[in-house]
């Protein structure tokens, strides 16, 4: 009898927006859709995501993060993955990695998406203490993946729109390579001619990918926390670099053409669900599974 892969475990450590598809409600079923674990920390807790939204309700949740990890390290849990991204205040910078201490080991892969602008802004609430707060905690991660305002403010430079010039792009990963993490993926790059997309850079070897589709106009929220979650949870199964860009890629791709001609509104976020059997069918590709 063909033995059979251990499930690999992630800890992801993100808001819960209750409302708009994003962060958690996101994170939980892309990791699981990947073939992977998904436990949760909980950052904090708001009705919905604040983009487009007003009167949101929002609770910092910085006192439970520690007796959590600190439950899971009394129970003996093993983390292949640790996967952070919205934090509520840039105190929880302490309180995370004292969660790393509590449940990473030196074989635990450390993704950092640093979720605090979009659209050369911040979001509510945060300014450049958060960028800070960032920075070094991409310094202690493994994979980091910014979007493109984040990158820019992430490695110093000025935040340009669209398009992307080749120069630009390289000073960032050249900032970005200088935190020292080994995988760089960031997203939301307009290289032209109509298309969007993800550039990614494996540090250490210098290898180059990108995957991109055509632009639709306007923002899509959510799709960032789609593309963070499935890349993550393919890194930790051990996907190469190439194909979890490629499986998350398409994802994000499926989810938004979808959105595009169902006419969704656009703070309610993408319609990623009926895009999960085929993200699905990709990940047995990728690990040459076969089945229905």
Not at 39 to 44: K, L, S, V, Y
Not at 144 to 155: F, R
Request: with cysteine; net charge negative; hydrophobic share 40%.
């Amino acid at each position: 009898m063909e033995k059979l892969e251990r499930t690999k475990r992630i800890a992801a450590i993100h808001d819960i927006s209750g409302f708009g598809k994003c962060s958690l409600t996101v994170a939980l079923p892309v990791i699981s859709a990947t073939g992977v674990e998904c436990a949760c920390i909980p950052t904090a807790l708001l009705s919905t995501h604040t983009g487009e939204f007003t009167g949101w309700t929002r609770r910092d949740l910085t006192d439970q993060m520690l007796p959590i990890a600190r439950h899971w390290h009394s129970l003996g849990l093993r983390f292949d993955g640790v996967y952070s991204g919205y934090l509520a205040s840039c105190e929880q910078e302490r309180v995370l990695e004292e969660v790393y201490g509590l449940i990473a080991d030196e074989d635990t892969l450390i993704v950092c998406d640093p979720a605090m602008a979009d659209n050369g802004s911040y979001y509510a609430g945060f300014d450049d203490a958060m960028r800070d707060t960032f920075r070094r905690l991409c310094s202690r991660a493994d994979v980091i993946t910014p979007n493109i305002t984040e990158a820019a403010l992430l490695a110093g430079e000025d935040y340009r729109p669209a398009p992307h010039g080749r120069g630009y792009i390289e000073r960032i990963f050249e900032g970005l390579a200088a935190l020292g993490p080994r995988v760089i993926a960031v997203t939301g790059v307009h290289p032209g001619g109509g298309e969007i997309g993800t550039v990614v850079l494996e540090r250490e070897s210098g290898r180059r990918y990108s995957a991109m589709r055509p632009e639709r106009g306007g923002v899509f929220y959510g799709t960032g926390d789609i593309f963070a979650s499935a890349f993550a949870a393919l890194l930790t199964r051990g996907a190469p670099v190439s194909a979890a860009l490629e499986a998350a890629s398409s994802l994000v791709a499926d989810s938004i053409e979808r959105t595009y001609l169902d006419g969704t509104p656009r703070r309610d976020g993408v319609a990623f669900e009926l895009s999960l059997p085929a993200y699905m069918a990709r990940v047995r590709e990728v690990f040459g599974e076969h089945g229905a």
